[in-house]
C-alpha cells in the first residue's frame, strides 16, 4: 500500500500497475476483433510474410487505408521475438502507457510548482474507462495520442527554453504522427502552435519576451520537418504502390475523408452527445464539479489556455467533418486529464484543497456497485430474446468482482489525490470484470482461431480457398496463411472465374440463415451468423449458394 504522502512519481508507478492488470487480462480473455483488429494483424503478416515493407497489401492487394508505422512496429517485434500472437497486440497499449507518462510530465512542464497536477494528471487519464478499454485494443489512436502529446511538449519547450530543440521535438512528433495515422496529427497540434501568442506569455514558466517571427518560423520548420519525414516514405510508396494508391495516400485518406467520409458519417452534434459517457467515472465524481468554481480565477493560466485550445479546436474540428468514430478523440483526452488536474489543484499558495464530503465516495461507488450487481441478475431477467442469447452467456459471478472493487471507493480517504486513484483502481476493476463476465461470449461469439485453423488446414492440402463477398482478412493471421484469399462476389464472373479454375477448391461464405441443400465442409459461429465452407463443386450445382443470406 502506498502511503498517504506519496509522490507524484510513486502514484504514477500505482498507475502503471493498474494499467498493467488491465492490459493483461484484456489481452488474455480476449480474442484479437474482428474486423478492424484481425485486419491490422493480417496487413502486418502479409508484410512480414511476402516483404511489403513499403506499401502494406492486406490479401494481395495495397493497403491504402492506413499508414505502415503499427504495422512496422508489429514486424519488428517478430523480428526480435519470433512470429506470435501477443507481441502485435502489445503494442498499441504501450503506447497508452507512454502517453500516461509524458502526459504526467507535459503537466509538471506546465505547472512546475504544482506536484498534485502531475500526480493527478495519469490517474485522469487511466481512470476514464474509454481511454482503460480502448488502450487495450490493436488501433492507431493510442499512438496518434503519443505523438501528439510529445508535439505538445516540444512547444511547451520551445516556448519556455527557447532553442531549437522544442522545434525539432515537435517536428520529429509531427512526422511521426502522419506515419501512424495521417495528416489528422495537424488537427491536434497546429491549433496549439498557431495559437500561442495567447498562451505563451502566461505560462508558469514563460519567456522574457515572446518573438512572434522567431515562433512562427519555428512552427513551420517543425511542421516541414514532419512532411520531409512522411514523405520518406510516402514517395517511394506512391512510386511502387502505382497510380491509384499514391492517389489514396496523398489525398483519398485525408482531404476526401474530412469533406465527405465514405464511411462513420455522423450529425455534428454526435461528438457533443456522446462526450459524457466517455469520461465517466470523472462525470459523477463530486470533487470535479466543485473544482468548476475555480475556473475564473486559472482563466489567466497559461497551461490552462493551452490545453483548451487543445482540446476545443480539435473537438469542433472533428465535430464538422462527416466521419465519425469514438476513438478519433482520444488525442484529446490527455487535455481534457490536464485540465481536471489543473482545476482541483490549488489556485495558488494560499488556496485550500477542495473538501471531501461523503457524497464524493458513495455517487461513483454506488454506481460501480450497482453495475456489478446488474452483472450478477441479468441472466435471471426476463429479457427481449436476442438480448437473452448474449446475456445468457456471461459468467455473472465476476459482477463480484466490480462490487468488491466499488466498495474501496466508499470508504473514507485522506486527500484528494488518494481518492482519485481508488476511483481510477474502480476503473480497472470494471474492466477486469467485464472481461471475466464475457469470456464464454468472447470464447464462443468472437473467437476466429479455429475456424482460420480449419483454412490453414486446407491451405496445406494445396486447395485455393475464396471468400464470398468483401473480405477483411479475419483469418490470414489467425490462421497464418501462407497464401492471399480470393473475394469473389464483388464483380461480374468472377464466382464463376474462380469456380471454374479451381475445381476442387473451397468458398467460405457468411449466413444469418445456414442454406441445407448442400453440406458444408465445416461451419463455425460468429456472433449472430454462421461462416461456412463450402466445396467448389457444392456452389456449381446450386449457383446462388454463396451469396444466401
Known amino acids: 500500500m502506498i502511503a498517504a504522502g506519496a509522490s507524484g512519481r510513486e502514484w504514477a508507478v500505482f498507475t502503471t500497475v493498474l494499467w498493467l492488470a488491465v492490459t493483461l487480462v484484456a489481452l488474455g480473455l480476449r480474442p484479437p ?13 502479409d508484410m512480414w510474410r511476402d516483404g511489403n515493407y513499403i506499401v502494406p497489401h492486406l490479401h494481395g492487394e495495397p493497403y491504402s487505408h492506413k499508414p505502415p508505422l503499427l504495422f512496422w512496429l508489429m514486424t519488428a517485434g517478430w523480428h526480435v521475438f519470433g512470429v506470435n500472437d501477443w507481441w502485435p497486440r502489445l503494442v498499441a497499449p504501450l503506447f497508452g502507457l507512454g502517453s500516461m507518462v509524458l502526459t504526467m510530465r507535459l503537466a509538471l512542464a506546465l505547472w512546475p510548482g504544482l506536484v498534485r ?6 490517474v485522469l487519464l487511466f481512470g476514464a474507462i474509454f481511454w482503460t478499454v480502448f488502450g487495450t485494443l490493436t488501433m492507431f489512436d493510442m499512438m496518434l495520442a ?8 516540444g512547444l511547451v519547450g520551445a516556448a519556455r527554453h527557447g532553442g531549437r530543440g522544442g522545434f525539432v521535438l515537435a517536428g520529429v512528433a509531427i512526422g511521426l504522427g502522419v506515419l501512424a495515422k495521417g495528416p489528422a496529427i495537424l488537427l491536434h497540434v497546429l491549433p496549439a502552435a498557431l495559437t500561442a501568442p495567447w498562451w505563451v506569455p502566461l505560462l508558469a514558466v514563460a519567456p522574457a519576451t515572446f518573438d512572434r ?53 455522423r450529425p455534428w452534434w454526435w461528438y457533443a452527445a456522446v462526450l459524457p459517457g466517455l469520461v465517466v467515472p470523472w462525470l459523477v465524481w463530486p470533487p470535479l464539479w466543485r473544482a468548476f468554481r475555480r475556473l475564473p480565477g486559472l482563466i489567466g493560466d497559461g497551461g490552462m489556455r493551452l490545453c483548451l485550445t487543445w482540446f476545443a479546436t480539435a473537438f469542433v474540428a472533428f465535430s464538422l467533418i462527416s466521419g ?21 489543484g490549488p489556485v495558488d499558495a494560499t488556496d485550500a484543497e477542495i473538501d471531501a464530503r461523503p457524497l464524493d465516495r458513495w455517487l461513483p461507488g454506488g454506481l460501480a456497485m450497482a453495475l456489478g450487481a446488474a452483472v450478477m441478475v441479468a441472466p435471471r431477467l426476463h429479457l427481449p430474446e436476442r438480448a437473452m442469447e448474449t446475456v445468457s452467456e456471461i459468467e455473472p459471478i465476476w459482477g463480484l468482482v466490480l462490487i468488491a472493487g466499488a466498495l474501496v471507493v466508499v470508504f473514507p480517504a485522506t486527500g484528494l489525490i ?23 461470449l468472447l470464447a464462443k461469439r468472437y473467437d476466429l482461431e479455429a475456424m482460420a485453423g480449419h483454412i490453414a488446414a486446407l491451405e496445406r492440402d494445396g486447395k485455393e480457398i475464396a471468400y464470398f463477398g468483401k473480405y477483411h482478412g479475419q483469418f490470414d493471421f489467425l490462421g497464418r496463411l501462407k497464401r492471399p484469399i480470393t473475394a469473389i462476389g464483388l464483380d461480374t464472373g468472377d464466382e464463376e472465374k474462380f469456380l471454374k479454375a479451381n475445381p476442387a477448391g473451397v468458398v467460405i461464405a457468411k449466413y444469418d440463415n445456414l442454406p441445407t441443400e448442400a453440406a458444408p465442409l465445416f461451419t463455425h459461429y460468429f456472433r449472430s451468423y454462421i461462416y461456412a465452407a463450402w466445396p467448389a463443386a457444392a456452389l456449381t450445382a446450386h449457383p446462388g449458394l454463396g451469396s444466401r443470406r
Open 33 to 45: 476483433l474482428p474486423v478492424d483488429e484481425t485486419r491490422y494483424l493480417a496487413v502486418a503478416w
Open 117 to 122: 497536477a502531475g500526480a493527478l494528471a495519469p
Open 146 to 153: 503519443l505523438f501528439t502529446l510529445l508535439a505538445i511538449s
Open 324 to 344: 465519425k468514430q469514438l476513438h478519433y478523440l482520444l488525442p484529446e483526452f490527455p487535455a481534457l486529464a490536464l485540465l481536471a488536474a489543473r482545476l482541483l
Open 213 to 265: 517571427r522567431r515562433w512562427y518560423m519555428g512552427v513551420a520548420g517543425a511542421v516541414g520537418l514532419g512532411v520531409v519525414i512522411a514523405l520518406a516514405w510516402a514517395i517511394p510508396a506512391g512510386i511502387k504502390g502505382g497510380a491509384e494508391y499514391r492517389a489514396a495516400i496523398f489525398w483519398g485518406q485525408s482531404a476526401e475523408r474530412m469533406v465527405d467520409s465514405f464511411a462513420h458519417a
Open 418 to 440: 488518494r481518492q482519485a486513484v481508488r476511483l481510477a483502481s474502480v476503473s480497472a476493476f470494471m474492466v477486469i470484470a467485464v472481461h471475466l463476465a464475457a469470456k464464454p
